[in-house]
């Protein structure tokens, strides 16, 4: 029986990516030397189609890193020399919390509740801070906060520097980069690619803060140190021996989605949720999690179920696999993934199963 994964990330492949990953073996693509011209065609090729993807402009650079877990880290060692400030409502977004503490930063978090937003409008960012993290779209509860959220605090504080984690909400995500410094993501969620790549995008301010930091004897990492990674990409490299295969694939993945049309995918994206959500809003049983229509991630839809494995089951049992809910909520929930290379067709599959339940 044929799978189709509707989970949370690792998720389903693209149907394309199998085909490239067979061709890219065939010409010798994980045996290149990333100091090789090849590789750099590679590595500059990947970044433009990145690029135009998601409306980047050429005025912030792209790094690969191994994860967005990664990127969590380099964001805080190279943007905060000791106070930074965390929205956290969900386990990942206390992730990017949790691993500033770690890294012996001053870090302050507002948390919201489980499957809740956040007043953007009453929060006082405090004036010794240089960074605010903000995760756009929570993969543990199905929170998507609103973009213009994080506008406001930016320019109520403009000489602060703004990062997003949108790891379950790329390339869906529409940001306006003239209100933020910074975004990550990994592949193995939206860009329907093997795990193992994460992708760092920054500006001349977080370039900057990173050199400044440096001068100033802190530690910002070593090789993956923003100045380290500016430094090879430059030239069309990385510091050390990356992901090769990874960052090929990246790059002929938005070939294809750009050929599809941006608009077109985001669209597509917000009709299958429609679909998800109304099945949901009228079921017997089981309810989505995320109350606020408002709230709802279009990618990571989180609904409440009193026998979450059971679900998980029977769908399994249909070729339809879920995610279960996470931690906590691993067994009051199932959680359904909603990205770009999931069709209607299949969505439709899988409603229909839960029809029977």
Known sequence: ??????????????????????????????????RGKEFEEIFRHTTSSIKHLLGIPDNFHIFFLSSGTEAMERVIENCAEKCSFHFVNGAFSERFYQTALELRKSAVKIEAKAGKGFDFLSVKIPDE????CFTHNETSTGVAINMDGV??????NPEKIIAVDIVSS??????DYSLIDCAFFSVQKGFGMPAGLGVIIVNGRCIDKSRCLMEKGCNIGSYHSFVSLLKHAEKNQTPETPNVLGIYLLG????????????????????KAEMVYDFFDNHPKYKPFVEDEHL?????????????????????????IVGSGYKDFKEKQIRIANFPM????????????????
């Open 296 to 320: 709802r991630s279009k990618t990571v839809i989180a609904i409440s179920t009193a026998n979450s494995s059971e679900v998980i089951k029977t769908l399994s049992k249909q070729g339809f």
């Open 129 to 132: 801070t240089e960074l605010i």
């Open 252 to 271: 002929k993945v938005c070939d294809e989605l750009n050929k599809i049309g941006i608009e077109k995918t985001r669209k597509e994206t917000e009709k």
């Open 1 to 34: 029986m044929k799978k189709i994964f509707f989970t949370p990330g690792p998720t389903q492949l693209y149907d394309f990516v199998p085909e490239m990953i067979e061709d890219a073996i065939r010409k010798n693509i994980p045996s290149l030397s990333h």
């Open 151 to 156: 506008y406001r605090i930016k320019r109520k």
């Open 342 to 357: 999931h069709k209607i067709e299949d969505v439709n599959g899988l409603l229909k199963v839960l029809g029977t339940i």
């Open 170 to 175: 790329a390339p869906y995500v529409n940001i």
